[in-house]
């Protein structure tokens, strides 16, 4: 997901806001597996991908 962040800021149009999609598929599918783990503090890990989806969003428009 970082990667792809740093791949959308150094692109610019189309091709930028396509690495940001990939990196909100990626934010969700984390999220996703967050459930799975029952990795202790997974719901404070999870609001902080949502709060990252949602930014992921609006960059990506």
Do not use: P, T, W, Y
Request: hydrophobic fraction near 45%; include cysteine.
């Amino acid at each position: 997901m970082a990667l792809d962040i740093a791949e959308a800021a150094a692109r610019e149009g189309a091709a930028s806001k396509n690495h940001f999609k990939i990196a909100r598929g990626s934010a969700g599918e984390v999220c996703s597996a967050l459930d799975f783990c029952g990795v202790q503090g997974a719901e404070e890990q999870q609001a902080k991908l949502r709060r990252i989806h949602a930014m992921l969003r609006r960059l990506a428009r």
